[in-house]
């Protein structure tokens, strides 16, 4: 059964940095298309950075600059180092993995920017 675990929100103050971790588990092999959306309070749920399935990296035009996404060191790891943060980054961030034509979504970890 695939399982997506994110971890490392918080409270920040605009300007400051944070970083999200994402672990895919029961994945037997190396997952390409896995990232980080977002979905702020009334608002649809939009995509911030992925990995495609043929390993290119897409950022969203709003976190460019600012926002990085990295493997992490274990096997179906994904970083979000976010940086420059604002308030606008407000949201409960989700990772995601497609395996397929199949959407698997985590918890979502909650980032809130405010002073």
């Known amino acids: 059964q695939v399982q997506l675990v994110e971890s490392g929100g918080g409270l920040v103050q605009p300007g400051g940095s944070l970083t999200l971790s994402c672990v895919a588990s029961?994945?037997?092999?190396?997952?390409?298309?896995m990232g980080w959306y977002r979905q702020a309070p009334g608002k649809a749920r939009e995509l911030v950075a992925t990995f495609t399935g043929s390993g290119d990296i897409y950022y969203a035009d709003s976190v460019k600059g600012r926002f990085t996404i990295s493997r992490g060191s274990a096997k179906n790891t994904r970083l979000l180092q976010m940086n420059s943060l604002e308030p606008e980054d407000t949201a409960l961030y989700y990772c995601?993995?497609?395996?397929?034509?199949?959407?698997?979504w985590g918890q979502g970890t909650q980032v809130t920017v405010s002073s």
């Open positions: 995601s993995v497609k395996i397929g034509l199949q959407f698997y």
């Open positions: 029961g994945i037997s092999f190396n997952i390409n298309a």
